[in-house]
């Protein structure tokens, strides 16, 4: 038995009542309120027109109210009108904007029935409700934490303390702080619901004085477009003018950053603000003051005047009609010294800036950066992170009750009759046996087959080459140097011997390497490093080398994508990049997991399992397919696509797996050229099995969210079908052929297992590697299960999710023991792949295809990185843009690469 990190609902609640809820445009926009006004609207709404209600309705601050009560007639819709106050006012303003919102009664909901069903043994029962039944529990069970001013919702389920005792910080370095906090979410299982809690982490700015998190975030040389990208949109509390409601507490001013001054703003006005540059300090910013009182926040037009029901600012000692600098204003009128080295942050907009020195500036807390972490915040985020999996489960049933409001003592829980049991559930789990994996003889002359038991999901390669060797006649090298360093290698003797030494492991290995032909040494910055690499490589590929090896100077993304878009799209070579210092120390282990690259990447295979373990697919009649979609991150340029990848097998061994790389339109979760790649594949395989094609498919799909499973059934399962219709002799499509089947693969689940007993558990706490549940946390009519196939070197394992969405292959396998039934069978195979995965020496988190997919669309991020990363001078933008700006050119694999594992 294993505890998951589930929690039981003893009780699910009677009949809830579902209203949606919408916000006239604002006249001045013509837009809703969105984001932090759209949610003090609804919570108004419920305020001032709802309130006798108490306890017994909640919201999402979206669109929708969930009650227990019936209170508005089904047929009409609703109209009321909502007086606006800020969140932190205790009263109304004379001319407080009212809002007009719209209630509309959208269906009666109840648990009840939804938990009949999933108790009901007749396969054919249906339940249409399901997905919406889950939502209004999931707003009932997410209202505690979103109420409370001590805690800071990020999405629908994730909640992080921000003070007091249940918050949990941490320093990540240059200006960020990590949060550890909670993810909640109603599940479905057989004859039950569940709520699932999950330990999750954030990375946040630091709260606290402006100034002090620029300093931390670049503490020397300032760079202000980067600078500027990590600021704008920040929230900040303005602290230089401070007002009181009527209880006497002040009432923050919150102000979102837009960015640092800039020499165009306020270009429109009689008067435009004076910046000599961008990012500017308060002594050179100088905004024009029209009239006493004026703020550096107003234009000339709107000069002194307050706000209806507000007074006016106090007019200072400046002179009117005149321009005063930043400093020279914020130091006369509120005391305040500022530093001439920090920038004048613009609060307002580009036409109507509005300035504020960062002295008069506090981080709101809890605000999520949406930054990639540099790779120090990363091991600082990891130190934090990582835990023991005892101390995560903890955390959940004593913080994470706590903090989520999960106690019988909560009036919302109560009055919607829904009750968790605040202890984790336990599942009953396997573990399957590993497989053994296979190479060759040390000796050269032999090709006896070795025999190599795994121990806790790993292995080693002493005194055995890999199953397939390969040669390595031509090859070179490429060391790069970076301008201003120190060159790794003093001397091209030191690197030679080094390189023999590398050369002397991959014979060792199986890869028959002759010495190495003489290459170059480069020296680049980041002005030159693209023409520079490229034309390096350019001069190289007169030797016509099978391979480059490039060394780097250290760890950077610019010169690695650069190598890789010359390598793999413009000149067609397989390429290997390590590390100098690494290569440098000339470690056997390094230089082995190096040589597990070039094997592959020259057409080797690394490690087999008895085709027996493999079931169909050693019969050399089904092709393995994986497929992933990776999509733009924050901060990416509006032009940067979604990318999806597609790997297949060639063969029984499962060795190779030649890729596909296609782009699509920006955030679409289905691929749109499946049949071109999956036609691509066909060919491949058909040129190595004597122009035969594969009677079984099967897929492994990742990238695919929950609520997307049925769009793959939809719509990527007929462009498969098409593809195999459109290659394959019509004398097998008339026989049904190909059969295929597909399973999503989960990776970024909240599911967790911890075992019960310690003898159950491995070195690290967490369950055996080759663990599988399939029963307790899953619905008996899916068929999905949760593998654990590798062994988590510290911290708490995620387990893999398969999700069976379509099947034509396994349910007409007949099992043979000690497989009773088609999902036997389809686990033991899923589990054996993960030990087939050729860069590693032990079994991996997910199966091949799917890892292998996940690849390729990194390797695409990598051509693309213009897009993806987009240089910190440029403009940014949001990403929200179509995508279609880059093409398929632009990843295009080099034909002399493309059947090849470039990417690896």
Partial sequence: ???????????????????RVEISPDPATRKPPAGKKAQQIIKLLIEQHFSELGKNIVTDYKSTLITNLEILDNEEIYQYDVRYRGEYDDEYSEDAKVYRVTCQFTGRLNPAELLAYLTSTNPDDQFGSKTEVLQAMNII??????????????????HYAIRGDLCEKWDLGAGLEALRGFFISVRTATSRLLLNVQVKYIACYQEGPLAHVIKEYQPRHRDVNALRRFLVKLRVRVTHIQRKNKRGDVVPRIKAIAGLATTNDGASQANPPRVPRHGAGPKEVEFFLEAPGQQPSQSASSGAKGKKGKKPAKAGPAQAGAYISVADFFRQNYGTNTDPNMPVINVGTTENPSYLPVEVCEVVPGQPAKAKLSPNQTRNMLNFAVRAPPQNAASIVTTGTQLLGLSPQSPTLENFGIQPDCNLITVPGRVLPAPNVYYKDASKRSQKSVTVKPQFGSWNMRSIRFSTSTNLPVWTWLVINADGSKPPFARQEDFDNVLGGFTAKLNEMGVAAQRALRGETISVNKDNYEAGITAAVGRLMNKKPSLILSVLPFSDADYY?????????TYGVRNINVLADKFRDANPQYFANVGLKVNLK?????????????GLIGQNKTMLVGMDVTHPSPGSSANAPSVAGMVASVDSTLSQWPAEIRVQRSREEMIQDLSDML???????????SKAYPENIIVYRDGVSEGQYELVVQKELPLLKNACRETYPASLTKQGLPHISIAIVGKRHNTRFYPTKEGDADRSGNPSNGTIVDRGVTEARNWDFYLQAHTALKGTARPAHYFTVWDEIFCRQQPRPPYQNSADVLEALTHHMCYLFGRATKAVSICPPAYYADLVCTRARCYLSSAFEPSLAGSVATGSGPGLKVENADVRIHPNVQDTMFYI
Wanted: glycine share 8%.
């Fill in 1 to 19: 038995m294993l505890y998951a990190n589930y929690l039981n609902l003893k009780s699910a609640g009677a009949q809830l009542f579902r209203y």
């Fill in 141 to 158: 069970l997410g209202n505690h934490p979103k109420i409370q001013d001590w805690i800071a919702s990020v999405g629908a389920n994730k």
């Fill in 561 to 569: 994508n650069c190598i890789k878009r010359a390598c793999d799209l």
């Fill in 602 to 614: 020259l057409g080797g295979a690394n490690q087999l399992l008895d085709a027996k373990e493999l």
């Fill in 679 to 689: 036609k691509a594949h066909l060919k491949r395989w058909a040129r190595s099995h």
